[in-house]
């Protein structure tokens, strides 16, 4: 088993800045593909950003491009969400997660295709 655990949430103005992080343990693989995903109330999970396994291959729903940056990857232990100039729609629980294991280099999009997923850190933008 992989265990996932999010934290650098919570308040923020718009315009300001979070970093999101996904510490990873248990069960240790030597590739990860790592995403980011979040649930607004009401509305369903959707996909926010994903990091492939080595690190080198990286993209974004079309809302967080230009102000999201994952990083990480390479099998290590922790990945990041930069999150730069807020807005209050990207209030939302963010959830991480991985899929274990990969033999590509590929970024997965749809929640299917992870199979660890850690409980979620919230992010409130407040206008």
């Known amino acids: 088993q992989v265990q996932l655990v999010e934290s650098g949430g919570g308040l923020a103005q718009a315009g300001g800045s979070l970093r999101l992080s996904c510490a990873t343990s248990g069960r240790t693989y030597s590739a990860y593909a790592m995403g980011w995903f979040r649930q607004a109330p009401g509305k369903e999970r959707e996909f926010v950003a994903a990091i492939s396994w080595s690190g080198r291959s990286t993209d974004y729903t079309d809302s967080v491009k230009g102000r999201f940056s994952i990083s990480g990857g390479n099998a290590k232990n922790t990945v990041y969400l930069q999150m730069n100039s807020l807005k209050p729609e990207d209030t939302a629980l963010y959830y991480c997660?991985?899929?274990?294991?990969?033999?590509?280099?590929?970024?997965?999009?749809?929640?299917?295709?992870?199979?660890?997923w850690g409980q979620g850190t919230q992010v409130t933008v407040s206008s």
């Open positions: 997660a991985a899929r274990v294991p990969v033999y590509s280099s590929s970024v997965y999009y749809t929640a299917g295709e992870y199979n660890y």
